[in-house]
């Protein structure tokens, strides 16, 4: 079993930035695949970014260039630095955990099995 608590979320200006952080409860969070979802207000929940356990990172399109992921498993801590914010990346964000290492599902929610509550990102024009 896995816990992941968010935290860091809060209301920005466009151009700020802001860094999130998942801590993840248990011994094997170097072996997971950590992800990074969102779902703003009447949209589905869509994928933001991924770290594998061997150091694979992934981006949507939305994010690259502005999102940086990171991870450190002497702290069971999972980061998502957001730069550059738009009005459009407001959302609730999500930290997930999916047992699986590599593989192509990264970006499907289905395949995380642990999930945080949510850091709410605000970001005003």
């Known amino acids: 079993q896995v816990q992941l608590v968010e935290s860091g979320g809060g209301l920005a200006q466009a151009g700020e930035s802001l860094r999130l952080s998942c801590a993840a409860s248990?011994?094997?969070?170097?072996?997971?695949?950590m992800g990074w979802f969102r779902q703003a207000p009447g949209k589905e929940r869509e994928f933001v970014s991924a770290?594998?356990?061997?150091?694979?990172?992934y981006y949507a399109d939305s994010v690259q260039g502005r999102f940086t992921i990171s991870r450190d498993n002497a702290k069971n801590t999972v980061y998502l630095r957001l730069n550059s914010l738009k009005p459009e990346d407001t959302a609730l964000y999500y930290c997930?955990?999916?047992?699986?290492?590599?593989?192509?599902?990264?970006?499907?929610?289905?395949?995380?099995?642990?999930w945080g509550q949510g850091t709410q990102v605000t970001v005003s024009s």
């Open positions: 770290i594998s356990c061997r150091g694979f990172i």
């Open positions: 248990g011994r094997t969070f170097s072996s997971y695949t």
């Open positions: 997930a955990a999916r047992s699986a290492c590599s593989g192509s599902g990264y970006r499907q929610g289905y395949e995380y099995a642990y």
